[in-house]
């Protein structure tokens, strides 16, 4: 059974910088389809970053470009998500998904659409303050 733990979340203001971690249980995440997505109050979830990890193959979403930074580190069978930069509008529940399906990394729209994704975290709540 595919399971996804995410950590890291936390309070920080505005400038700081914070790593969220998923760890995967129940697969290796080689060769998966997986991403980061944030859903705060009253707004539509957001896809922020996915990455192949057969490949290393990256989307961003605009509005984290040059400040997150997807990766992966197949031996501890863990995906992360660096952010650096943050922003009071960052702020939201974080989660990760996972899919084994190639296809859902092949462009930008598919790879940051949360929908498409078989599995999913509980998420980390990230706090940014100004």
């Known amino acids: 059974q595919v399971q996804l733990v995410e950590s890291g979340g936390g309070s920080v203001q505005a400038g700081g910088s914070l790593r969220l971690s998923c760890a995967a249980f129940g697969y290796t995440v080689s060769h998966y389809c997986m991403g980061w997505f944030r859903q705060a109050p009253g707004k539509e979830r957001e896809g922020v970053a996915s990455?192949?990890?057969?490949?290393?193959?990256?989307y961003y979403a605009d509005s984290v470009k040059g400040r997150f930074t997807i990766s992966q580190d197949n031996a501890k069978n863990t995906l992360y998500l660096q952010m650096n930069s943050l922003k009071p509008e960052d702020t939201a529940l974080y989660y990760c998904?996972?899919?084994?399906?190639?296809?859902?990394?092949?462009?930008?729209?598919?790879?940051?659409?949360?929908?498409?994704?078989?599995?999913r975290g509980q998420g980390t709540q990230v706090t940014v303050s100004s």
């Open positions: 998904a996972a899919d084994y399906r190639r296809s859902v990394c092949m462009s930008a729209t598919q790879a940051l659409g949360a929908l498409n994704y078989k599995h």
């Open positions: 990455i192949y990890t057969g490949s290393g193959s990256t």
